[in-house]
T-cell receptor
Framework: GQQVMQIPQYQHVQEGEDFTTYCNSSTTLSNIQWYKQRPGGHPVFLIQLVKSGEVKKQKRLTFQFGEAKKNSSLHITATQTTDVGTYFCAGLATGNQFYFGTGTSLTVIP | DTGVSQDPRHKITKRGQNVTFRCDPISEHNRLYWYRQTLGQGPEFLTYFQNEAQLEKSRLLSDRFSAERPKGSFSTLEIQRTEQGDSAMYLC????????????FGNGTRLTVT
C-alpha cells in the first residue's frame, strides 16, 4: 500500500534558524497537502500543491512539490516560537483517501 | 463557530465494552472522514463518506468498527468489544465538493481502553 514518509522525525532549532521537513511517497501523487498540528490540537490545513515542480510561499513558509510528484518539502525561514508543532504532509494518489506522513515535530528554542 | 464538532472529547471505557462517537461536520461539506491518531504518529485513514454513502474503508479497519452517516449530515463511529489497542485519538474531518479540498478537522475524541 501507499506509504508517505517524512524526515526528520524531530527537529530542534534556535529561534531565528531555518527549518526544513521532507516528505517522500512510494507512489506518484495527484496532489499533496500540508498540515500543522500544535501540541494538544488537531491538524490545521496550510496549503495544497497540485502541479509538478510547483512552489508556493506563505510569508516565511515555502512549499515545494517535486517534479516526479513523489516528494515535497516545507521550508521555514527564521523560525519563531509560534512555529512550534508537528508538520504533516498528506498525499493523495487515487480516490479521496489522503495518506498522512509520519510528521516532523519542530521545537524552537528561544 | 461552525467548525467540525466531535462528541465526546474524552471517553474511558473498559475492555470489551462498546463505544460510539459522533461527528458533526461543517454544514455545507458533503465529504466526511474518520482518522485515528496515536501518539507520535500521523493520522491514519479509517473511512470516508460522500453524503450518506460510505465510499472507502481502510483495510486496517476490523469488523469491530462501523461508521454511519444516515442522512448525509452527522456521522457516528462505533467500536464494538473494545481492546486496549483501540486507545487513540479519533479525528473526524470534513471537506467540500469539487476536487480535493482541505480537510477541516474536529478536536477529536480521545479513547482510553482500560
Amino acid at each position: 500500500g501507499q506509504q508517505v514518509m517524512q524526515i526528520p522525525q524531530y527537529q530542534h532549532v534556535q529561534e531565528g534558524e531555518d527549518f526544513t521537513t521532507y516528505c517522500n511517497s512510494s507512489t506518484t501523487l495527484s496532489n499533496i497537502q500540508w498540515y500543522k498540528q500544535r501540541p494538544g490540537g488537531h491538524p490545521v490545513f496550510l496549503i495544497q500543491l497540485v502541479k509538478s515542480g510547483e512552489v508556493k510561499k506563505q510569508k516565511r513558509l515555502t512549499f515545494q512539490f517535486g517534479e516526479a510528484k513523489k516528494n515535497s518539502s516545507l521550508h521555514i525561514t527564521a523560525t519563531q516560537t509560534t512555529d512550534v508543532g508537528t508538520y504533516f504532509c498528506a498525499g493523495l494518489a487515487t480516490g479521496n483517501q489522503f495518506y498522512f506522513g509520519t510528521g516532523t515535530s519542530l521545537t524552537v528554542i528561544p | 463557530d461552525t467548525g467540525v464538532s466531535q462528541d465526546p472529547r474524552h471517553k474511558i471505557t473498559k475492555r470489551g465494552q462498546n463505544v460510539t462517537f459522533r461527528c458533526d461536520p461543517i454544514s455545507e461539506h458533503n465529504r466526511l472522514y474518520w482518522y485515528r491518531q496515536t501518539l507520535g504518529q500521523g493520522p491514519e485513514f479509517l473511512t470516508y463518506f460522500q453524503n450518506e454513502a460510505q465510499l472507502e474503508k481502510s483495510r486496517l479497519l476490523s469488523d469491530r468498527f462501523s461508521a454511519e452517516r444516515p442522512k448525509g449530515s452527522f456521522s457516528t463511529l462505533e467500536i464494538q468489544r473494545t481492546e486496549q489497542g483501540d486507545s487513540a485519538m479519533y479525528l473526524c474531518a470534513s471537506s467540500g465538493t469539487g476536487g480535493p479540498s482541505p480537510l477541516h478537522f474536529g478536536n477529536g475524541t480521545r479513547l482510553t481502553v482500560t
